[in-house]
């Protein structure tokens, strides 16, 4: 066994777990017993009685431990997402002799509050195909620059920052938002499309999937999906069949979910199942097929 997988087996996680609650321990005997002795050298002073020591030291000692945790433990975000609009377009692209790919066309929109001074607000997308060429991302808003980290990480995100070109004063707001269009020409992209509070709480979120008509799903649905733990990958908690919307003109197919105060912790999306590929599609593939390997194919005789 390796020494990573030591350090990451469930003994060795709480063994360290139990050091940390530990050390909590410690910490607030120190704290108490540090606070006895100040009370006492109070109340001698001051003449009280025991009883009011008795009081006073559980107050004092719930003082400093909410200081401590402010000062040292809690780390706020530095803005939170009052509103998140994602928008996925998918339209059919014909294979220039091959086989047909999709185009995506995603915009990502959020109102956020600043909790600090800030001049940077992050995003970060994840796409499960892949494609010949390096896509651009750019800002939805032209008043606001795009920083991409144009990399994906260990977890397959792409991470960017929407430079506001100044700072944001706590507790004003602002909307930022990206762009981008993806091919899935070398590997097709899974039919799915989800969005995340990526961990911070969030009053509104909206996630939108748009097809042409001719080319719209067999079927799908809404589907949420959450962490086990921290760091790992998400896991499909639940799903709900839902059924679209058509514009009065017929040519486009929406699916769409809209939620107040959804979890941070889960991601909520649409998933979908294409149709199956009708005969004369497959039959002009066969051809293709035949005509790159250099084969003539006649057709079968028709039976009278």
Not at 23 to 32: I, S, Y
Not at 141 to 156: I, K, N, Q, S, Y
Not at 260 to 289: F, K, L, M, Q, T
Not at 290 to 297: F, H
Request: charged share 25%; aromatic share 8%; with cysteine.
């Amino acid at each position: 066994m390796s020494l990573r997988r030591l350090l990451d087996s469930t003994p060795a996680q709480l063994a360290g777990r139990s050091s940390d609650l530990l050390q909590l321990v410690v910490l607030a005997g120190t704290a108490l017993a540090t606070l006895y002795g100040v009370g006492t050298t109070w109340a001698v002073a001051l003449h009280l009685s025991p009883l009011a020591l008795v009081v006073l030291a559980p107050l004092l000692l719930t003082v400093v431990v909410t200081a401590y945790y402010l000062r040292c433990v809690y780390r706020p975000p530095d803005f939170v997402i009052e509103e998140l609009d994602g928008s996925l377009v998918v339209t059919r692209v014909p294979g220039d002799g091959g086989p047909d790919h999709h185009r995506y066309a995603y915009t990502r929109r959020q109102r956020v509050r600043a909790t600090r001074q800030i001049r940077l607000v992050g995003v970060r997308s994840h796409w499960s195909g892949q494609n010949r060429v390096v896509e651009e991302a750019s800002s939805l808003f032209p008043e606001h620059r795009l920083l991409d980290g144009a990399v994906a990480e260990e977890d397959g995100r792409v991470y960017r920052w929407l430079y506001l070109l100044g700072p944001l004063a706590r507790g004003r707001r602002v909307n930022v938002g990206i762009k981008q269009v993806f091919e899935d020409v070398y590997a097709p992209m899974k039919p799915y499309y989800r969005e995340s509070c990526e961990e911070r709480q969030v009053r509104k979120l909206s996630v939108r999937v748009q097809f042409d008509h001719v080319d719209a799903p067999a079927e799908a649905w809404h589907v949420v999906w959450r962490r086990t733990r921290s760091g790992s990958s998400r896991q499909e908690v639940a799903r709900t069949r839902c059924r679209p919307s058509v514009d009065p003109a017929g040519e486009k197919v929406v699916y769409e979910l809209t939620l107040r105060r959804p979890d941070p912790e889960c991601a909520y999306g649409i998933w979908w199942r294409w149709p199956e590929e009708p005969p004369r599609r497959h039959a002009d593939a066969a051809a293709r097929r035949a005509g790159e390997e250099g084969v003539i194919r006649t057709p079968p005789r028709e039976r009278r």
